[in-house]
C-alpha cells in the first residue's frame, strides 16, 4: 500500500477556503486512481471527488462548482482546494489512493460510473467551517 500523509486542515468561517495536500509515499501505476473522502461526526463516510487512471474527474453534487480535485503526478501530491466553504463541510477528510473492487464494508464512491474503493488511505485532517 501507499502511505499518504494530509495537511491543509483547519478552521474557517463560512465563505472561506482551504487547501488540502495529501503526499503519497511512493509511485505505482494504480496510484493514479485518487479519491477525498469526508466523514462528520456520527456520519458515514462520504466520497467527495476523485481522478481515475484516465484523468476524469467526479465530484458529488454538494460540492461542485466549490472544490477542485488535482493531482501533480511528479511530485506525488494529490490537492483539493475548497471554496465557499459552508458549515455542512465539516468534517474529518480523507484521501485515498490504488482504487479497486470495494470490500465488506469500506468505504466506496462511484467514479466515472463505477462503483470503486480505495486500498491506501490517509489519517485525515479536520476541517471545521463555522457561521
Known amino acids: 500500500r501507499v502511505h499518504l500523509v494530509e495537511s491543509g486542515g483547519g478552521s474557517v468561517q463560512a465563505g472561506g477556503s482551504l487547501t488540502l495536500s495529501c503526499a503519497a509515499s511512493?509511485?505505482?501505476?494504480?496510484?493514479?486512481?485518487w479519491g477525498w473522502f469526508r466523514q462528520a461526526p456520527g456520519k458515514r463516510y462520504e466520497g467527495v471527488a476523485a481522478?481515475?487512471?484516465?484523468?476524469?474527474?467526479t465530484y458529488i453534487d454538494s460540492v461542485k462548482g466549490r472544490f477542485t480535485i488535482s493531482v501533480d503526478s511528479a511530485k506525488k501530491i494529490l490537492y483539493l482546494q475548497m471554496n465557499n466553504l459552508k458549515p455542512e463541510d465539516t468534517a474529518t477528510y480523507y484521501c485515498?489512493?490504488?482504487?479497486?473492487?470495494?470490500?465488506?464494508?469500506?468505504?466506496?464512491?462511484?467514479?466515472?460510473?463505477?462503483?470503486?474503493?480505495?486500498?491506501?488511505w490517509g489519517q485525515g485532517t479536520l476541517v471545521t467551517v463555522s457561521s
Open positions: 481522478i481515475d487512471p484516465d484523468s476524469k474527474i
Open positions: 485515498a489512493a490504488e482504487c479497486g473492487i470495494p470490500g465488506a464494508g469500506q468505504p466506496s464512491m462511484v467514479v466515472s460510473g463505477v462503483e470503486v474503493g480505495f486500498e491506501s
Open positions: 511512493r509511485n505505482t501505476a494504480s496510484q493514479y486512481c
